[in-house]
């Protein structure tokens, strides 16, 4: 199947790169839009403060219209006939080498352009309420463009330095809004934390486009891929991991992780937007768009399954000791992920349905934050669960749309999160047994954790602070969360019977020929669905059955570590952190007594011995006259004792 | 007469000169001891070209003079500038270049 991978880009038969005509030509108009609307809030300052966050709204969704407008376009052509490639401008010629603006649509980037400017877009409006009474909200408008456009930059770029460009711009707008509540020192060191450790994924992003430019001298993805196949194992190895390293920075895998749970300090529909349509799903993005490099290198997919699974495990057992609700979210987000980097390093048989995870994942985590963030609006901005229960009739609207969610990210069929999870865990199953028996754990996992969140927000008897009146969020608010919900229920299986997700993205990631496995697919079904309902049945008899503690029980010494992400951060701030802070406290000791010492001091000589010189400036003309003798005596007996 | 003679004669009048530029303290004098000094060298130069000779010395001699010439001029004119701002011919005096 590599062979077969590799001759699509070297034969360029399968997917047929056409120039961009006609209403393909208005492609950079797609990124254009938000970032004209970033532009226009930050530089118009206060002036746009009434209409900015309507504007914002509307260019996401004109970005929306403009993106299915293109879609429906794409399904007039064939199969083959669905890339289009704009090239804008040449951005760095230097002699033979030339890094240009250009963009490229084609299926996998057009899913990513409806998923982005759709979810984006429904958190905007959700946002014109949740932040309705923010003194700030015009910027928190202008960066949430920013982050739109930035993603829809990194979707549709055609080289790799240009994904790059859209990498960082994601990187800089999470910054902002994670920290968008800097008042509070824990925020912004939230914001910066995700900030440096995005960096570290991006040095891996930067090797791996320097290690492009040195083998194949281009970072356009037609010019790489076409090159991979002659490129030495080691080359595509070192790139692999390079783009894997890149990618669990900005999807939060391991061992880049920590970073995610502490984002939870930036308002909550940015949470939305970070978990299901911009930020980690670019990772994920990356490696599936890179896959005729990962298709070339058996270690590099190895390398990619490995991280997918610890992570997926990782999420699960972190969301399961979590009392905060956006927290638990988060960790079934790294959870979820881990899924998709496990199916995009499966190859060919998995690479379509990492992708189609990551939409049916896009709607029912966004719809879980929206709804998490309805229930913080209506509970004073509590996000302790201890603290909730019974808000099934207070808030009917997020109820409903929370469990449509809730029902899909644990894969009870017919809803969405069922048919995209199921396929992952079969292609897994296929592809190694204890891979596969390791998805079906985070599934039952999952089951579990969710439940608990589902059963102590929503269920059980009242425990809420006393001056708490939960109530229905407004319209702005309920309005993109039914509509995520629906999305939730219905977008699986608008996808995947008939197969048309997969062979929608065929052109762009190929396809892998069909394994026959020893049991039926119905019967691994049957049994992920049986083991989902199991982690439901136990989280009822702990959560549901039995009343539950305000404060949170001791536990035990599992239950201790998962609260503290398996002491993460300890692990990080002892081995990195604490090292490095005495590197640069030992190299500032070097550069105050050494280096300031060594220059001082020469300037000290130089000055002490001036003062001495001076002294010979007696101001006597006869002394000058007799130094001039004394040197003209010497010069003459040096003289005679060289000719002697 | 035994011309190395002359040498040791200008040798003489260089050291005499030289002393005198280093102990005087009278602007006049010091300058008189230069040019005790200037001659003793012109002797030299001269004693030299008869020795070797050739007529080089007593070109050099004449260039000696005139660069003496040009210096007396210019000396003497300092000399009176400052006796007249400081009613001095004293060299100790004007030490004023000091920092």
């Not at chain 1, 997917?15 to 030509?25: R, W």
């Not at chain 1, 990356?286 to 399954?305: C, E, K, M, T, Y």
Request: aromatic share 12%; with cysteine.
């Amino acid at each position: 199947m590599t062979a077969a991978a590799a001759a699509r880009w070297s034969e360029g038969g399968g997917q047929m790169i056409a120039e961009a005509t006609g209403v393909f030509s208005l492609t950079w108009l797609l990124i254009a839009l938000p970032l004209f609307g970033a532009a226009v809030l930050l530089l118009g300052g206060r002036r746009t403060n009434s209409f900015g966050p309507v504007l914002a709204t509307l260019l996401v969704g004109l970005s929306f219209v403009l993106g299915f407008v293109l879609f429906v376009q794409m399904l007039g052509h064939s199969a083959e006939e669905r890339a289009f490639d704009q090239s804008l401008f040449a951005w760095a010629p230097i002699g033979d080498f030339s890094v240009d603006v250009g963009f490229q649509l084609d299926p996998l980037s057009m899913a990513f352009v409806l998923l982005v400017t759709f979810v984006g877009g429904l958190v905007h409006v959700y946002s014109l309420g949740y932040m309705a009474d923010d003194p700030d909200k015009r910027r928190f408008f202008a960066y949430l463009n920013l982050f739109v456009a930035s993603m829809l930059l990194l979707v549709l770029a055609s080289s790799y330095v240009l994904v790059y460009v859209g990498w960082e711009g994601v990187g800089l707008a999470s910054y902002l809004l994670i920290g968008f509540w800097n008042a509070k020192p824990e925020y912004a060191t939230a914001a910066k934390k995700a900030f440096v450790m995005n960096r570290v994924g991006d040095i891996g992003m930067s090797l791996a486009i320097m290690l492009m430019v040195t083998t194949f001298g281009t970072t356009a993805f037609s010019g790489v891929f076409a090159g991979a196949s002659e490129a030495s194992s080691g080359v595509l190895l070192a790139l692999g991991l390079l783009l894997l390293l890149a990618a669990t920075g900005k999807s939060a895998q391991m061992p880049l992780q920590a970073w995610l749970g502490d984002a939870m300090a930036g308002p909550t529909p940015v949470s939305a937007l970070i978990h299901a349509a911009t930020m980690v799903t670019a990772g994920v993005y990356l490696i599936v768009r890179s896959n005729p490099i990962f298709d070339l290198s058996d270690g590099a997919r190895l390398a990619v399954v490995l991280v997918g699974v610890l992570t997926l495990l990782f999420g699960a057992f972190v969301g399961t000791a979590k009392d905060d609700i956006k927290k638990a979210l988060a960790a079934s987000t790294m959870s979820q992920i881990g899924y998709m980097v496990l199916a995009a390093g499966l190859g060919p048989a998995g690479y379509a349905f990492a992708i189609l995870h990551l939409m049916t994942h896009g709607f029912f985590k966004a719809g879980l934050f929206l709804g998490a963030g309805s229930v913080m609006h209506g509970m004073d901005d509590d996000v302790n669960m201890r603290r909730y229960g019974a808000l099934r009739k207070a808030m009917p609207i997020t109820f409903v749309t929370f469990g449509a969610g809730y029902l899909a990210i644990i894969g009870i069929p017919p809803f969405a999160g069922f048919f995209s999870k199921d396929k992952i865990i079969e292609a897994a199953l296929t592809d190694n047994i204890w891979v596969g028996l390791a998805a079906i754990l985070g599934a039952g996992i999952t089951a579990f954790y969710m439940s608990r969140v589902m059963f102590m927000t929503f269920f059980g008897e009242k425990r809420w602070a006393k001056d708490a009146h939960p109530h229905e969020s407004p319209g702005s608010m309920t309005i993109p969360m039914v509509l995520l919900a629906v999305g939730s229920v219905v977008l699986g299986a608008a996808l995947v019977i008939g197969g048309r997700f997969v062979s929608w993205l065929e052109p762009v990631v190929g396809s892998a020929e069909e394994h026959e496995f020893a049991i039926p697919p119905l019967a691994i079904t049957a049994i992920i669905v049986t083991v989902s309902l199991v982690g439901v049945a136990i989280a009822y008899a702990m959560y549901l059955r039995r009343p539950i503690p305000l404060e949170a029980p001791t536990g035990s010494v599992l239950t201790r570590a998962a609260r503290e992400d398996f002491y993460q951060d300890a692990f990080n701030e002892s081995l990195f952190m604490l090292p490095g802070q005495y590197l640069t406290r030992f190299l500032v000791f070097f550069d105050n007594r050494v280096v300031d010492g060594f220059v001082n001091g020469s300037a000290a000589m130089v000055g002490g011995g001036s003062a001495r010189l001076r002294r010979w400036q007696t101001g006597f003309v006869r002394s000058y006259a007799l130094s001039m003798l004394a040197g003209a005596v010497l010069v003459v007996g040096a003289l005679v004792l060289v000719r002697l | 007469m035994n011309p190395e003679n002359y040498l040791y004669l200008a040798t003489i009048l260089f050291a005499i000169g030289s002393v005198g530029v280093l102990v005087r303290r009278n602007a006049i004098v010091v300058f008189m001891c230069i040019e005790l000094m200037l001659n003793a060298s012109n002797l030299a130069f001269v004693s030299f070209a008869r020795l070797n000779g050739n007529i080089d010395g007593q070109v050099v001699a004449f260039f000696v003079m005139v660069v003496a010439a040009a210096e007396v001029v210019i000396g003497l004119a300092i000399i009176v500038t400052i006796f007249r701002t400081r009613r001095s011919a004293s060299v100790d005096d004007p030490n004023l270049l000091k920092l």
